[in-house]
């Protein structure tokens, strides 16, 4: 299953998560520039948990790689696919959680998540000889956060079938509690092993709901509202899932469209995808310049089928959201 995107709103850009994800993709272009498959650079600044309990190998290391090694295992990746699959998933889930936290809190909370789980992982796993590296425990983290704060989001996702490509909104909390489940029963079975650091999954995800509790116990500062006012968003998502719904003796259908107030005063395309059982096709719709909240888009030919095989139409409402 690959998360395409979510239906929770965020009203604000995510600067933390993109820088997070910008600082990612420089370090893994120095990492293509020294090799991928550099043992002693993974060694030196990935997680190995024998570096904090075996003498023989802790004294090759200093106290400060002992430390900074906690921080650089999670801004280090092992390939292409691994890369990219942690910083999409942060894409998806990580501009809700900044949201919520502030974007000064969040990069606490992510850092103290990739922190956590690493911790997690070498206490459950004391004497690897094995680097840990990766964004995945960080991120797991984010996912626990967003499972306990919008557990009604629903999560639009892809799930080719042979080459066909199939669409379908799963609640936040089954796709992020099915994810869970697999990298626990992953970790039990494994021991630890097979390469992957599961049980690092594991605890950055707990470490997530934790400290979404903790923080409502802090005191506000007023700097999240601060810094709101230069990260409004000026786009609603490109790719929307309508919801339609009926009239009782009626072919047509009915359904919502989210756009800014910047698209509607320029104008905007959008690609929907509209359920239709098992088949879930997109379509193009184009928002004209100067459209106004609550106006109906007219898709001709996309309502119920009458039995005579003709279809009714479907109208969109154009729900303009406030981005200044």
């Given at each position: 299953m690959i998360p395409i995107r979510d239906t929770q709103p965020s009203d604000s850009m995510p600067v933390v998560t993109y820088a997070i994800i910008g600082i990612n993709l420089l370090v893994f272009l120095f990492q293509l520039q020294i090799g991928l498959h550099n043992e002693v650079f993974f060694y030196?600044?990935?997680?190995?948990?024998?570096?904090?309990?075996?003498?023989?190998?802790?004294?090759?290391?200093?106290?400060?790689?002992?430390?900074?090694?906690?921080?650089?295992?999670?801004?280090?990746?092992?390939?292409?696919?691994?890369?990219?699959?942690n910083m999409w998933f942060l894409y998806i889930f990580g501009d809700n959680i900044e949201e919520h936290f502030g974007?000064?809190?969040?990069?606490?909370?992510?850092?103290?998540?990739?922190?956590?789980?690493?911790?997690?992982?070498?206490?459950?796993?004391?004497v690897s000889m094995v680097p840990t590296i990766g964004a995945s425990g960080a991120i797991a983290g984010v996912m626990g956060a967003y499972f306990l704060l919008y557990p009604k989001s629903r999560i639009l996702t892809l799930i080719p079938i042979i080459i066909i490509p199939w669409f379908v909104e799963i609640p936040a909390f089954i796709f992020l509690g099915f994810w869970f489940l697999i990298q626990f029963f992953n970790a039990a079975g494994s021991g630890g092993g097979a390469g992957i650091a599961w049980w690092a999954h594991v605890g950055g995800f707990m470490a997530g709901i934790i400290f979404v509790k903790l923080n409502k116990k802090l005191p506000k500062t007023g700097t999240s509202q601060k810094i709101t006012r230069f990260t409004a968003k000026k786009h609603s998502p490109r790719l929307q899932m309508i919801v339609a719904s009926g009239i009782r003796d009626s072919h047509d259908l009915y359904g919502e469209i989210d756009i800014t107030s910047i698209e509607a005063i320029a104008g905007t395309n959008k690609m929907v995808t509209i359920p239709w059982g098992f088949y879930k096709p997109l379509y193009r719709v184009k928002i004209p310049s100067g459209v106004k909240h609550g106006t109906r888009l007219r898709l001709a030919g996309?309502?119920?089928?009458?039995?005579?095989?003709?279809?009714?139409?479907?109208?969109?409402?154009?729900?303009?959201?406030?981005?200044?």
């Open positions: 030196s600044y990935g997680l190995v948990p024998a570096k904090f309990t075996v003498d023989e190998v802790s004294r090759h290391f200093s106290a400060f790689n002992h430390l900074f090694s906690i921080l650089s295992y999670m801004f280090l990746h092992g390939g292409f696919l691994h890369f990219l699959g974007s000064v809190r969040f990069l606490g909370f992510y850092l103290l998540c990739g922190i956590t789980s690493g911790i997690f992982h070498l206490f459950l796993n004391p996309m309502g119920k089928a009458a039995s005579n095989g003709r279809k009714g139409d479907m109208y969109l409402r154009v729900n303009v959201k406030n981005a200044f």
